[in-house]
């Protein structure tokens, strides 16, 4: 039997640097930068379709806690949105979804791991009532395409007015319509007109009732 010795000293030469099993490839600086620049929350392309949202007429929530955390959410209509990178949830077939050349021990648990749980979060939100729409990072480029695929899923907007804003413009006054028996007077005379100036009411008299004339 090997002695408690032999077995340690095996198990320190395996979990070294040096061994073949722990050895790693040398990691580019610039890719680092890139990973490590990269957001969760408010990236561009998320920024973009809450941009054409907007435009669109929906108003929306960010980041409701949710399954899978939605990038934007309408609670009243029951509609989740994703804005996936191409990249991190592997879109497929598209270009920008290929591994990278070095670490590919490292990239595809990973991503396999993203995709994982994008399918779970789906599956959740569906149990809830909730329907899903991903938008891919590489369709934002072909703006009216993705507008027309927002409104087929989101359905039509209100026709609930806007509120107007304290900067807008106050609405015109309707014209006044002057009937003809009063045309050619000044405003002032015209009766119903709201620019009329209303004599003085008349006050009371201030005589006693019981006062006689001598």
Excluded at 74 to 101: D, Q, T, Y
Aim: glycine share 4%; proline share 10%.
């Amino acid at each position: 039997m090997k002695s408690l010795r032999t077995i340690l000293s095996q198990r320190k030469s395996a979990r070294s640097p040096n061994s073949q099993v722990h050895r790693k490839a040398a990691v580019d600086p610039t890719r680092s930068r890139i990973m490590r620049a990269v957001r969760s929350k408010h990236t561009g392309p998320e920024r973009q379709v809450r941009k054409l949202l907007w435009e669109l007429g929906y108003r929306y929530r960010l980041h409701r806690p949710l399954p899978g955390k939605p990038d934007i959410s309408i609670a009243k209509r029951r509609k989740a949105i994703f804005v996936h990178g191409c990249f991190w949830h592997r879109h497929p077939g598209c270009a920008k979804s290929r591994l990278p050349k070095t670490r590919r021990e490292y990239w595809i648990p990973k991503l396999r791991k993203n995709v994982h749980r994008d399918a779970r979060a789906f599956k959740q939100l569906q149990s809830l009532g909730w329907d899903v729409l991903v938008i891919w990072a590489c369709t934002l480029s072909r703006t009216e395409l993705v507008k027309a695929q927002l409104c087929a899923f989101l359905g039509p907007r209100s026709t609930k007015p806007e509120r107007r804003s304290a900067d807008a413009a106050p609405a015109p006054l309707a014209p006044l319509r002057v009937a003809k028996r009063n045309r050619g007077r000044p405003p002032s005379r015209i009766a119903g007109n709201p620019l009329r100036i209303e004599p003085p009411a008349k006050l009371p008299s201030q005589r006693s009732p019981d006062r006689r004339r001598h």
